[in-house]
Each structure stands twice: as structure tokens, then as C-alpha cells.
């Protein structure tokens, strides 16, 4: 990881005087008030190279987030929410819950720069109801984001989603691809959503918005639940290629490998961008990315991707990107010093048990998706 990165800038946003995104010396409060008298809000520093300008017709931005289990305060008798709970093992309060959205809002707010992203790629969201209450009631809700959400068997309730802006891309089509093991029918996980879209009336675009099995209970036991994820997401890559050789396809997400595992080079065939070869192939941009997205003990794991198809990487007109257009969001804001292992590690909303009041246990990453002038 490359450490807290020097300042480049800050943000100024204006939130509503209930948002609280710092926690420290503060008592919590029984109920979250929304107001719409607004305060000054300073975000932080940028990171290194960050690009805030705003970005017009050109540019499309599209951010991936490990949001961290954002569970609301209400019993799901279907699902295993228990510990985020009144009265739960985490004591999980209406103030902590209003605080962890104004948090993402933040982290959203501040990835975008001078104007929100255009395409957020969420996973580890509860439900509907708590996307909504992030678009609707946190500083988000001047952006005008719509949302797209479809309810997984995940037994713990958490699912991906998608939120957009609407002026700016245009969703005809989605769907869930629900993952069967066939080696075990038992297990129930977290669906992949599909969503297809043409961005500024001109590309159509296909995202794959992940969050595939994790590692608990051991990395090889787990690896061929990846591996099966991965295979579903390459049958649907490759009917799309098969139908349009040039579709630009982008597979965002938190896929509990990093870009050398099987799951990625064999499960769904993806390659560092060095490798590419032609219109069937697609290739990660995390290869090319130095650092990590979430920390494990001493060692940063570069999980969360950004993988796309010859088409985006190679297009000879509308919107495209490079080698490098893969960034990790690390400002300083969302890294705290590691005591144990040295160095710096995610701002959490908790640490183990005990309430941090932080952001979450990922970093984002991001993309621009850059429209190629007319010769």
C-alpha cells in the first residue's frame, strides 16, 4: 500500500446539519433528524494524482465500493441480521446506522470531485430500503441517483446494487445471474447483477457488478465456489462477445481473489493487459495497479477489480479506457495507523467488536471512462 498519499486538494460539499460523519468525542444520539438546512463540509485530502476536475460529455466516471455491511436496525425473519440489531451483539443503534450512510455518502462525494460519480457499484447492501435511505437521505440526494437492487438467497441478507445517474446513463436492461453450486445445492450466496446501459446516448455498456464467495473457512475448501462464479460470469461475457465481438463489457466488483488466482486467469479468463490478444479476451486492470484494497494482518490484497473487455480497452470510437485507468481510492480520510502490523489500514466501522464509527474495510476503486475524439 502506498501510505497516506500528500494533499492535492480539498472538497468543500454541503451536507445536512444531521449528517455526523467524525465520531470521535462525540456521544451517539437516539434518532437520526433530517434537516434541509445545509453546513459547510470539508472532505478531506485527495490522493495523489487524483483528477477532480469535473467531467462534462468526455468523461464517465464509475466507482466500485465494499461498503461493509450496511444493514439497517429492522428484523429480517428470513435472513441472519441478528447482530446488527437494538440489543445485538453490536448494538447496532438508528445512530450508528444514519452515521455509516452519511459516512458512504461522504466517500461517494469525494470520489466523484467537482460532480458526483456517474455509475457506483455497491456490495454488501442489506436491501432496498437502506439504498434508498442513501440516496434520500445523506448528501446524496442532490446527486438524483437512481437505484438498481434485485433481492439474493444470501443468508445473510447482503446483496450488490447499483446506483446511477440518470442524466448521464441510461439502464435498459438488468438481471440477476443466481449462482447453484452444483457440488454443493445447500449453500446460498450473493447473486451477480448484470446491468446494460447506454452511456450519454451513445455506448452501450455492459456491468457485471460482483461480490463472489469469500475465503471463511479456508481459501482451498472456498476456491471452487470462486472458480464457479467466475465460469458464470465468462458464459454470459462470452454470449455477449459472440453476439457483438466489440462489446464493451465491464466486470466491477469484490471477487475475494486477487488477479493471479484461479478463480480470475482460469475461472473467468481474465489477463493482465500485457497479454492482450484480440476482441474475445478479456483483461483486469488491476494487474496493473500497485497496492491494495483491503489489508489481511501485515499484507494489503488487491480484491476488488475492474475487468474489462478488448472492446473498452481497444474501441476505435466512443468511450474507452487504458492500461492505467484503474485507480484505488485511498484518501487519507478512509486509512487509519495500524498499531500492530505497522503501517496504515481501513478506517473500519468496527474494529473486531468494539464501535470505530469508520467507513468500511475496503477501499474503493474507480474508473473514467473517456470518450475518444473524432479524427
Not at 136 to 152: C, M, P, Q, R
Not at 329 to 348: S, T
Request: aromatic share 10%.
Amino acid at each position: 500500500m502506498r501510505g497516506v498519499s500528500r494533499i492535492v486538494g480539498l472538497i468543500i460539499i454541503y451536507l445536512p446539519l444531521s449528517v455526523k460523519c467524525q465520531n470521535v468525542g462525540r456521544k451517539e444520539k437516539a434518532k437520526h433528524k433530517d434537516s434541509s438546512q445545509d453546513t459547510v463540509f470539508e472532505v478531506g485530502p485527495l490522493p495523489d494524482g487524483f483528477n477532480d476536475n469535473p467531467r462534462g460529455t468526455k468523461r464517465i466516471r464509475v466507482m466500485f465500493y465494499n461498503v461493509e455491511n450496511l444493514f439497517d436496525n429492522m428484523d429480517d425473519p428470513g435472513k441472519n441480521d441478528e447482530e446488527y440489531l437494538p440489543g445485538g451483539i453490536r448494538n447496532w443503534s438508528d445512530y450508528r446506522y444514519w452515521n455509516k450512510q452519511n459516512a458512504i455518502a461522504r466517500v461517494i462525494i469525494a470520489l466523484g470531485g467537482w460532480e458526483a460519480p456517474e455509475i457506483v457499484g455497491l456490495c454488501e447492501v442489506e436491501n432496498r430500503k437502506v439504498l434508498v435511505d442513501l440516496v434520500t437521505k445523506t448528501a446524496l440526494k442532490k446527486v438524483g441517483y437512481d437505484i438498481i437492487h434485485e433481492e439474493s438467497p444470501d443468508l445473510r441478507g447482503v446483496d450488490v446494487a447499483l446506483l446511477y445517474r440518470p442524466e448521464k446513463f441510461r439502464p435498459f436492461r438488468h438481471q440477476s445471474i443466481r449462482l447453484v453450486f452444483p457440488f454443493d445445492t445447500s449453500a446460498k450466496t450473493r447473486d451477480i447483477l448484470l446491468v446494460s446501459g447506454k452511456i450519454l446516448n451513445q455506448d452501450t455498456i455492459h456491468i457485471f457488478i460482483n461480490h463472489w464467495p469469500s475465503k471463511f473457512g479456508g481459501a482451498k475448501t472456498t476456491e471452487p465456489r470462486r472458480i464457479f462464479a467466475a465460469q458464470k460470469v465468462r458464459q454470459v461475457c462470452d454470449s455477449l462477445l459472440k453476439l457483438n465481438s466489440q462489446s464493451k463489457i465491464l466486470i466491477i466488483g469484490d471477487l475475494n481473489d486477487e488477479h493471479f488466482e484461479p478463480s480470475i486467469r482460469e475461472g473467468l479468463k481474465a489477463f493482465p493487459v500485457k497479454e492482450a490478444k484480440g476482441w474475445q479476451e478479456l483483461y483486469n486492470l488491476s494487474s496493473e495497479v500497485k497496492g491494495g484494497t483491503h489489508k489481511f494482518r501485515e499484507h494489503w490484497h488487491l480484491i476488488d477489480h475492474m475487468i474489462v473487455s478488448y472492446g473498452l480497452l481497444q474501441g476505435n470510437k466512443g468511450f474507452s479506457v487504458t492500461s492505467q485507468s484503474m485507480k484505488i481510492f485511498d484518501a487519507p480520510f478512509l486509512l487509519v495507523k495500524d498499531e500492530i502490523n505497522l503501517g496504515y489500514k481501513p478506517n473500519r466501522t468496527y474494529e473486531g467488536m468494539r464501535y470505530n464509527g469508520g467507513f468500511a474495510d475496503h477501499l474503493p476503486v474507480y474508473l473514467d471512462l473517456i470518450l475518444k475524439q473524432e479524427p
